[in-house]
């Protein structure tokens, strides 16, 4: 079963808009939680992340959400830049591992 | 961004033929990780090591060996690829720290095609 969902694989937004990705998961003994912005033919790069102690954590353009209770996190991303144009992966971690989900593809429209 | 580099970059092999893939870290991180890549799964954890000689299996471990003799080096062996090991193949780094998220660094990857 997988342990992180990411629905809703695609979205486009236009440029100066914001961007809001979703991730569900099912494991409450996560300690962390993190995005990941992967471009074509590269490595993902990390974003941002948060733990699971907290509720919120920003920087700079870039906002994760966690609701506990509801076992889900999203990412806002405002305003979305063209450069913003990529494959999005959430990822859930305990114990040095992490999980990750499908992915969601953003495209910005400029 | 961190020291990590994969080996090849891109492969192509037939089916039955043994295959490892490289890579080497320059941060003298503790972690090191195998992942792959494919379309409508996202990233799958195949192995992981948590020091020299201390390795552990992940999701998809079928198939697939790995080994780490030194801190900087971790090898993936295909020992008979097939053509369902056709994929994109990650190698990430991590330092546990206490109270910190651990992220992941990832290498560029690398394309195996089995034919």
Same mark, same amino acid.
């Given at each position: ?29 996560f ?25 919120k ?9 966690l ?41 910005v429209?400029? | ?19 490892? +893939? ?10 090191? @990780?195998? @992942? ?9 954890? =195949?192995? @992981? ?17 790995v080994?780490?003799?030194?801190? &900087?080096?971790?090898? +993936?062996?295909? &020992? ?12 990430? =780094?991590? &330092?546990s ?11 560029p990857?690398?394309? +195996?095609t089995? +034919?």
């Open positions: 079963d997988q342990q992180v969902k990411q629905n809703s694989p695609s979205l486009s937004v236009q440029e100066g808009r914001i961007s809001i990705l979703n991730c569900d998961y099912t494991n409450s003994m300690d962390y939680f993190l995005w990941y912005k992967k471009y074509p033919a590269e490595g993902p790069t990390f974003l941002i992340s948060i733990s699971s102690i907290k509720d954590n920003e920087d700079g353009r870039f906002t994760v959400f609701n506990k209770s509801a076992k889900h996190l999203s990412l806002h991303i405002v305003p979305s830049q063209p450069g913003d144009s990529a494959v999005y992966f959430c990822a859930a971690g305990g114990n040095n591992r992490l999980a990750f989900g499908k992915g969601n593809q953003v495209v429209i400029p | 961004d961190a020291g990590i580099t994969q080996s090849p970059r891109h492969k192509v092999t037939e089916t039955g033929t043994p295959v490892t +893939l490289r890579c080497h870290q320059t941060e003298n991180h503790r972690y090191m @990780y195998w @992942y792959r890549q494919d379309p409508g799964h996202g990233l799958r954890l =195949i192995h @992981y090591s948590y020091g020299v000689k201390d390795t552990d299996k992940g999701e998809v471990s079928d198939g697939y060996s080994s780490r003799s030194k801190t &900087e080096d971790f090898l +993936l062996t295909l &020992e008979s690829a097939t053509s369902s090991q056709t994929s994109v193949y990650f190698c990430a =780094i991590s &330092e720290v206490a109270g910190n998220s651990n992220e992941q660094f990832f290498g990857g690398t394309r +195996l089995v +034919l």
